[in-house]
């Protein structure tokens, strides 16, 4: 795989909110909530094959 010319990122990583879990906003939770519950219980290691197929999933609906 090659870098793209004008240097871009192909993906983003979410970076982790800094401060309490009451500081987040209630969507912030929720999609926490949400990854926990599809995920067991667990954090899932972010890779671009996740990325990608959360990104399928979602713009399909």
């Known amino acids: 795989m090659t ?9 983003t990583l979410p970076m982790a909110p800094s401060g309490s879990w009451e ?6 939770r929720a999609w926490i909530e949400f990854i ?3 995920s067991c219980g667990s954090d899932p ?3 671009p094959g996740r990325v990608h197929a959360l990104r ?3 713009d399909s609906t």
């Open 56 to 58: 399928v999933l979602l």
């Open 45 to 47: 290691r972010i890779t």
């Open 36 to 38: 926990r519950v599809i």
């Open 23 to 28: 500081e987040l906003t209630p969507n912030e």
């Open 3 to 11: 870098r793209p010319e004008n240097d871009e990122n192909l993906f």
